[in-house]
């Protein structure tokens, strides 16, 4: 297996981007992310995009040949591979590109993630959200995507490890830092008592506890760590990429307050990259829902159970805080959250991060970041481990 | 709008609460599972018929106030997991009560209702729903 480099990030600006079509987005990403690695567009030889539903938000099946052509690949019959895993389209797609390069069937290998969804009423939009759980047993039943983070946190609430304001205080957090990321759809900070105050989506959960619908696209350019100095001297090292997955119906589980699948994905994530989770000094998590946040930074080892939301809480998860930064770009919470573009938005901040491209968000130090992806309930999770050369 | 097959066939679990039942290593699921996925290979032809027990505790719950559009008439609502006394976890709507009496703990059984409609000519689905069992 060789060794995976990071030598070009591009991302769109994220949110209600009523001129721009799904096209016209990805084409925008993956166009940085290539002005961004020196690349002419030539050396490239393998796409993966992460996408959840364009068959539905745009009805549009077979994105993936839409982008190659596009993107200036089809007349040269480039492979182009859609990859679908519900919020963890975009994670799983990496993984996907990074094992394509790992492996020497590809050697410069573009991943994208893109997501159209404000061209569907908020009904529906919510409606292909709920399929990501069990479409069957739990949607049907009367369960909401929402209601189903609603019931983690209920029981989180109940068991004594989070109280309400600490839940709330993962989405006060992610639009702290909204406030410094210039492609984030909320760009301002807001007090507890508006995450609190907000009008009922699913008790215990408002309406600030929950990512807003987005368009946004975002792009990575992949190549052999040993090539990467051709093309720039500002690239990140993939130290680690660990996917694992979990029961797709959350009451199929013994605990709900955890993610099994992201401890799991975590634990091969640190093992490969020979590091632990002290070693992370800025981590972008799933903050779908905000109890979400608490869930990924228990799961993933900054915390034990019950501490994760005091941390929150006390600010200590911001950038200049001194201990683990999470979700710097603003997390799907206030940066937005165009589903299939999400998990390559969270390589791409953690790529500015460790190559010291943070602007005013510029986390001090940092030679490992961690990106962590999650589909549907917690049923497919992804750990991304990246390092500072 | 869904096809009246996709109903139909899940009416066994939708109206009878009919999960498996691990021959191998006495494991029940619900909804019913063609193989157990402990035991694996070693399980398949030995899945037994199963009726999970219609009397359980709320284990957690949330009132929806946002719901797609075919429950968009009953919002709110409370939707729960229910441990069933047998110890089978259960998504479903929690009915007949009122949203600041629901904790969690609250004895519950299952009831049959409508779940929900396709439009005005769509078929109309049927299933279980929970009522405090006092």
């Known amino acids: 297996m060789r060794e995976v480099a990071v030598i070009g990030i591009g991302v769109t600006k994220f949110g209600e981007l009523w001129n721009k079509s799904f096209r016209a987005l990805g084409i925008e990403a993956g166009m940085k992310a290539m002005e961004d690695a020196n690349l002419s567009g030539s050396e490239i030889d393998g796409m993966f995009i992460g996408n959840l539903s364009a068959g539905r938000f745009i009805n549009q099946q077979h994105i993936d040949a839409l982008v190659a052509d596009y993107t200036g690949m089809a007349s040269k019959h480039i492979p182009a591979t859609r990859v679908e895993a519900g919020g963890a389209s975009g994670g799983v797609a990496f993984r996907q590109g990074v094992m394509a390069v790992a492996s020497g069937m590809h050697d410069v290998v573009v991943v994208g993630g893109a997501e159209k969804m404000t061209d569907l009423d908020d009904a529906s939009i919510n409606s292909i959200m709920d399929s990501t759980a069990d479409s069957e047993w739990e949607a049907e039943m009367g369960a909401t995507f929402a209601s189903l983070h609603a019931m983690i946190a209920q029981r989180m609430i109940y068991e004594g490890t989070a109280t309400r304001e600490e839940i709330a205080s993962v989405a006060v957090n992610s639009h702290f830092h909204g406030a410094f990321n210039p492609n984030a759809q909320f760009k301002k900070a807001v007090p507890i008592e508006t995450v609190l105050k907000s009008g009922p989506v699913a008790t215990p959960l408002g309406m600030f506890d929950t990512a807003p619908i987005s368009d946004g696209a975002a792009s990575v350019v992949l190549c052999p760590l040993e090539d990467a100095k051709k093309y720039t001297d500002n690239f990140v090292k993939v130290a680690s990429v660990a996917q694992a997955s979990d029961t797709l119906a959350l009451f199929q589980r013994p605990d709900i307050t955890s993610y099994g699948a992201t401890v799991a994905a975590s634990q091969k994530a640190y093992e490969a990259a020979g590091i632990t989770a002290a070693d992370i000094k800025v981590a972008e998590v799933h903050d779908v829902y905000s109890v979400g946040?608490?869930?990924?930074?228990?799961?993933?080892g900054f915390y034990k159970k019950g501490e994760a939301g005091k941390a929150m809480l006390e600010g200590r998860c911001h950038f200049d805080s001194g201990s683990v930064a999470i979700n710097t770009s603003g997390g799907l919470k206030a940066r937005g959250h165009p589903i299939g573009a999400t998990g390559v938005a969270q390589i791409v901040e953690i790529a500015h991060q460790l190559r010291g491209t943070a602007d005013n968000r510029q986390v001090k130090d940092a030679k490992y970041g961690l990106a962590q992806n999650v589909g549907g309930m917690g049923?497919?999770?992804?750990?991304s481990i990246l390092e500072a050369i | 709008m869904s096809g009246v097959a996709r109903e139909w066939r899940e009416i066994p679990g939708r109206y009878n609460l009919k999960g498996t039942k691990c021959g191998n290593c006495g494991k029940v699921y619900f909804p019913a599972r063609s193989f157990c996925p402990e035991c694996r290979r070693a399980s398949m032809g030995k899945m037994e018929e199963y009726y999970v027990c219609r009397t359980g505790k709320v284990f957690?719950?949330?009132?929806?106030?946002?719901?797609?559009?075919?429950?968009n008439l009953q919002k709110p609502y409370v939707v729960a997991m229910v441990k069933t006394d047998d110890n089978v976890m259960i998504t479903a709507q929690l009915?007949?009560?009122?949203?600041?009496k629901v904790e969690i703990g609250m004895p519950v059984r299952a009831v049959l209702r409508k779940l929900s409609t396709?439009?005005?000519?769509?078929?109309?689905?049927?299933?279980?729903?929970?009522v405090p069992n006092l």
């Open chain 1, 379 to 383: 049923s497919a999770v992804t750990v």
């Open chain 1, 293 to 300: 946040g608490i869930m990924a930074l228990q799961d993933l």
């Open chain 2, 118 to 130: 396709d439009g005005e000519s769509g078929i109309i689905r049927y299933g279980y729903k929970f």
């Open chain 2, 60 to 71: 957690s719950f949330s009132v929806v106030h946002e719901a797609p559009e075919a429950n």
């Open chain 2, 95 to 100: 009915v007949d009560v009122e949203f600041d």
